[in-house]
């Protein structure tokens, strides 16, 4: 009989400190030392009259655990007594090598080697964070209605699985709004939901490329891009970007074609140059000649501050290779989770099928709630209120630069959308800097962050869009100070 009051004892007293029960504690502990060998097969485990005596436990609880652990087949009952049962093989037990540490240090793919991102919920609500959009002046009681409305149809069917391209009015209400607001050239059956744009990101690289293809990215450019591709097993290939936006030099194509290219040519993210309509016809040009799909990010551009934007890449020219990417967290706010992607007619039918297998869509209430929110014109409202706003955010932050900044740099972008990129000196590196600012509450993000794999860019890149007018002078000198006093060190 194996006595188990060294095995137990103590830490079972332990638990009359916190709020596990002690039966359930006992289990806990006997299918540890179970599934770590420190209990074998085919030992006997005591009475449970003689355990709840050592133990000092109602003999109950002892029985509870036992039949849990025999449920779960870990032990065995008979008339013998209760008997460790053999478990599949496992790793041998080794006494330095806890499960914890073998589990931590099994590899993890390959394409996901290099991914190490720490940033923590609450940091993107600090002031300076890029791409968050003005969280409090998001009009959550309309939102709310309708999504109430949206749950009081009692119809069973919107639990169930939903389709997978879309609730059939919301990809009605998107199609509307991209054809006269960003010119893009579809019908409904051409828009697909995803759950943002990370996820048609994902989606696109999985769905039309091969692992070992290469991607152009912009440099610098959005991680979120990069961060799908290579978890998709693509090559990332950095192009660089000039005023233009995405400048492939000419070879390029010869030496290292694209499969995919990913692009943000109404506002480069994060330099903000447009890319204007010579250099769009030459990339659909060219990226048709290789066989490439141009992957058009348009993630801002709702906010335009200096005139009307132009039109999408996507309705340029008929049968151009472009997926257009569209997201509803800058225009609405980002814990919604929904954004689509148009794609070309001639592609879709086989992408119901593929996207019929890779996804399952849910959000029913939300997305049906979101093309009311459309169809009432209370989106177009929203943006209507949010551009004068973010125009005005943008200009109190250039505002506040001008007066406080002490280092020489030029401020870049900010056409549209709700960042400023900032040069900085060679010797005040921006990792520095960003490092030096969170320390005192603010998160800006450093440039260099933004490399694909190219000559990294040293500056900050700056949301304002969710700090009121009236705090950024007092928040830009924090910032000032807060590297400085880093500077110092
Ligand atoms: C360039 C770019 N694209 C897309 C997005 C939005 O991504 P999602 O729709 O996954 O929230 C962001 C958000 O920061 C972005 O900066």
């Given at each position: ?15 009359r400190?916190?709020?596990?029960p ?19 097969a085919?030992s ?24 849990q652990l ?6 065995q ?21 806890g499960?914890e ?19 923590t919920?609450?940091?993107d ?25 949206a749950?009081?149809?009692?119809d ?6 939903r ?9 009605q ?33 999985q ?12 440099h610098?450019?959005y991680g ?18 000039d005023e ?23 506002h ?23 066989g490439?799909?141009?992957?058009e ?6 906010f335009?501050h200096?005139g009307?934007p132009?039109?999408?890449m ?6 151009a290779?472009v ?60 943006l ?16 506040a630069l ?9 401020v ?6 709700l ?5 900085l000196?060679?010797d ?16 800006p ?11 990294p ?18 928040r ?10 880093g500077?110092?060190?």
């Amino acid at each position: 009989m194996t006595d188990l009051t060294l095995l137990l004892d103590r830490r079972l007293m332990r638990a009359r400190k916190d709020a596990v029960p002690r039966q359930r504690r006992l289990y806990e502990l006997l299918r540890k030392a179970i599934l770590e060998g420190r209990l074998l097969a085919g030992s006997a485990l005591p009475a449970s009259r003689t355990l709840a005596q050592d133990l000092g436990l109602a003999r109950n609880s002892v029985i509870h655990a036992y039949e849990q652990l025999a449920a779960e087949g870990y032990v065995q009952t008979s008339r013998q007594g209760t008997i460790v049962a053999a478990l599949p093989s496992r790793p041998s037990p080794s006494m330095n090598d806890g499960p914890e540490e073998a589990l931590a240090n099994v590899a993890l793919s390959a394409r996901v080697q290099s991914f190490n991102r720490r940033r923590t919920a609450e940091q993107d609500l600090l002031p300076f964070m890029p791409g968050i959009p003005a969280l409090d002046a998001f009009p959550i009681r309309a939102w709310r209605r309708l999504l109430q409305a949206a749950w009081s149809d009692p119809d069973p069917a919107l639990l169930s699985y939903r389709p997978s391209l879309g609730e059939p009015e919301l990809r009605q209400a998107i199609a509307t709004y991209v054809r006269t607001a960003r010119g893009v050239v579809c019908q409904a059956d051409q828009v697909i939901v995803t759950g943002g744009t990370q996820d048609s990101l994902d989606l696109c690289a999985q769905a039309l490329a091969d692992p070992g293809q290469r991607v152009w990215i912009e440099h610098p450019g959005y991680g979120g891009a990069r961060v799908a591709m290579q978890a998709a097993g693509l090559r990332v290939v950095p192009v660089p970007v000039d005023e233009q936006g995405l400048a492939p030099a000419a070879g390029l194509w010869r030496r290292q074609p694209p499969r995919l290219i990913y692009t943000t040519p109404s506002h480069q993210y994060p330099l903000g140059s447009v890319m204007p309509l010579a250099r769009r016809l030459a990339l659909i040009e060219q990226a048709k000649t290789v066989g490439a799909w141009i992957l058009e990010d348009d993630y801002d551009s709702e906010f335009r501050h200096d005139g009307p934007p132009l039109a999408a890449m996507q309705g340029l020219v008929p049968q151009a290779p472009v997926i257009y990417l569209g997201t509803f967290s800058k225009s609405m706010f980002p814990a919604l989770r929904l954004g689509f992607m148009v794609v070309p007619a001639a592609l879709l039918d086989r992408l119901q099928g593929v996207l019929g297998d890779m996804v399952r869509r849910g959000q029913s209430a939300e997305q049906i709630a979101l093309a009311a929110f459309i169809n009432e014109g209370r989106f177009t409202q929203h943006l209507r209120k949010m551009r004068p706003l973010y125009a005005q955010r943008q200009s109190a932050l250039r505002d506040a630069l001008v007066r406080h900044w002490p280092w020489p740099g030029e401020v870049l972008g900010g056409a549209c959308g709700l960042h400023l990129a900032l040069t900085l000196p060679d010797d005040l590196p921006d990792l520095q800097a960003a490092e030096a600012a969170l320390k005192k509450g603010l998160s800006p993000r450093p440039l260099s962050a933004y490399g694909m794999g190219g000559e990294p860019r040293n500056g900050l890149v700056i949301g304002y869009a969710n700090t009121p007018a009236e705090q950024m002078d007092a928040r830009v000198r924090q910032l000032v100070r807060a590297i400085s006093a880093g500077l110092a060190r």
